[in-house]
């Protein structure tokens, strides 16, 4: 599976749309790019799954450029309890299994 | 409703010592995986299985053992601990392959190897 890259933190501000980038630049043909959220003691939890291009679900969006080597996750108009750490996973159709990254902890400020 | 649990949530053991840590999940979902979560770091595959009587390694695979007699249930077995283990691991299932598959992860046991 292809290994990924995303910055190991980031701070935002209520009400802002906050955007991470996590680049995968070995994705395979058949590889799904996956992002979870994780809040502490906590298991984490499926934020967002895509192929291509956008997909939009009702807590966040993901960005899918046309080479697939990058993607970036959006959440609309942050608050406190999207302070989590969030992982960018390459995913693969043909086995169930994922690795994990150390992921983006996201801590939003008042 | 349908969920996934693990037990014990927090367990103290001693270096040599056999561990099992359950995990059981009621959505009948064939696919089931462990990982463990060192402090400050993401999540590494310990075992994964794709259906009843099937295990697989994952990629810190050594030390840790799976059995699966059952969909329900997964047990991950330390044979000998060490101190080394000491981690929080997580049981998590998934019901499709497809796109490697939405996967539900239990609220996590928290193992101390002295």
């Known amino acids: 599976l292809a290994k990924t890259t995303q910055p190991i933190s980031m701070d935002s501000y209520e009400g802002q749309e906050v955007n991470i980038t996590c680049s995968h630049n070995n994705i395979a043909t058949n590889d799904y790019i996956t992002w979870y959220q994780q809040f502490p003691s906590q298991g984490p939890r499926f934020i967002i799954q895509?192929?291509?291009t956008k997909v939009t679900n009702e807590v966040a969006s993901l960005f899918i450029p046309a080479d697939r080597k990058s993607s970036t996750l959006s959440l609309p108009r942050v608050s406190l309890s999207d302070t989590a750490v969030y992982y960018c996973l390459v995913t693969n159709t043909n086995a169930g299994k994922s690795t994990f990254g150390d992921g983006t902890t996201l801590t939003v400020k008042p | 409703d349908a969920e996934i649990t693990q037990s014990p949530r927090h367990k103290i053991t001693e270096t040599g010592r056999q561990v099992t840590l359950a995990c059981h999940q009621t959505w009948n979902h064939n696919n089931m995986f462990w990982y463990r979560q060192d402090l400050g770091h993401g999540l590494r595959l310990i075992h994964y299985?794709?259906?009843?009587?099937?295990?697989n390694k994952g990629e810190v695979s050594d030390g840790y053992s799976v059995s699966r007699s059952n969909t329900e249930d997964l047990p991950l077995t330390l044979e000998s601990a060490a101190s080394s283990q000491t981690s929080v691991y997580f049981c998590a299932s998934s019901e499709s392959l497809a796109g490697g598959g939405e996967q539900f992860f239990g609220p996590g046991t928290r193992l101390t190897v002295l």
């Open positions: 895509g192929y291509k």
């Open positions: 299985s794709y259906g009843v009587q099937d295990t």
